[in-house]
């Protein structure tokens, strides 16, 4: 497949720099894009490699100015421009077919809507619903009282315990798990004894959630993931946990019970967050930090974690200490101490 630059151009309502009637076969990253493919520049770090990309043409902002070899197609916002390019040029995906694979298990009590995919060894149990159009994928297991919404992609091998609240248009990577009991224990003459877990977990719609990530039902009440929250893989989410609409969450980070997180913040990986705390909205936290109490807005980062400016200054002070700590010798020595 190949589409000229010119339709590109009309695609992304761009202005176009550079021949019209230039080829363009392909999408990949100003790295590595080869000639005839097209790329895109949306941030001033990857000047470098802009300036050394092979690819044909670049979408790029309205007022770049770099002199680069590419035609350019100038979009206000080169990434979604791009995005649409990379969906052309796209494998087609994969079509589940509706109906139920002869080797699934599904209750005769389940209550299945229109154009189901239930995928080969998927498990569905009594009293589940599922919307129109949603897949299980092969080897998922969906418990009883389950409700699955419309238009949701369940992958191959997502376990779905017990009660659990799932919107629609939700995606579940492989090897997720959604209502496992919260870790809840209580020291009883000197033996620990598990505390019944008794809530479920609620995903509310346009949730996406990564492969290898767990969501803890709730002790009482919901652990709740919602609208348009995005949480990599290899993530922890605790009992009780409530996320608020378009959070993102990166990999291996992990929220302990109780934890209240506001809307549109940002986690970078590795991030830990102590229970019973309180996160406000439009907060961004910086990789491997670790919070210990409640905070609210701006940008946060180290451990235990601090506002950026000040962890900054922080690391600046730390790397100047080399320095006076040999100022200190020398003037202990002028001083024969």
């Known amino acids: 497949m190949s589409l000229t630059l010119e339709q590109l151009a009309n695609l992304s309502g761009g202005e176009l720099v550079g021949d019209p009637t230039l080829k363009i076969t392909g999408a990949a990253s100003l790295g590595e894009a080869a000639p005839g493919e097209i790329s895109f520049f949306a941030n001033r770090k990857y000047v470098g490699l802009l300036r050394k990309t092979r690819a044909s043409a670049v979408f790029v902002s ?74 299980i994928g092969a080897g998922s297991y969906v418990g009883h009282e389950t409700v699955i919404g419309s ?64 969501v803890d039902r709730a ?9 348009g929250v995005k949480i990599d893989n290899l993530v922890q989410i605790a009992h009780n946990v409530v996320i608020g609409k378009n959070t993102v969450m990166a990999a291996q980070s992990g929220i302990a019970g109780s934890v209240q997180i506001g809307q549109r913040v940002l986690i970078g990986g590795q991030v830990g967050i102590i229970g019973h705390i309180e996160i406000g909205d439009n907060t961004a936290i910086g990789a491997q930090s670790g919070i210990s109490k409640n905070i609210s807005g701006g940008a946060w980062w ?36």
């Open 302 to 337: 180290a451990s235990p974690a601090v506002p950026l400016a000040e962890a900054k200054q922080q690391i600046a002070w730390v790397r100047r200490l080399g320095k006076l700590f040999a100022r200190m010798k020398e003037v202990e020595k002028k001083l024969g101490l």
């Open 151 to 214: 238009a949701c992609h369940i992958y191959p091998h997502v376990t779905i315990r017990e009660r659990s609240r799932i919107g629609s248009r939700v995606i579940i990577h492989s090897g997720a798990v959604i209502g496992a009991d919260g870790f809840g224990f209580e020291m009883v003459d000197g033996r620990q004894q598990k505390i019944q877990q008794l809530g479920i977990v609620q995903i509310d719609d346009d949730v996406e959630i990564g492969a290898n990530t767990a």
């Open 62 to 135: 309205p007022d770049f100015a770099e002199p680069i070899n590419a035609a350019q197609v100038r979009v206000s916002n080169p990434t979604k421009a791009f995005e649409q390019v990379v969906l052309k040029f796209a494998p087609k995906p994969m079509i589940f077919a509706p109906g139920i694979h002869p080797s699934a298990v599904v209750d005769a009590s389940a209550q299945l809507a229109d154009r189901v995919s239930i995928q080969p060894l998927a498990v569905i149990e009594p009293g589940a619903k599922i919307g129109n159009d949603t897949i």
């Open 219 to 227: 002790r009482f009440g919901r652990t709740w993931i919602q609208q």
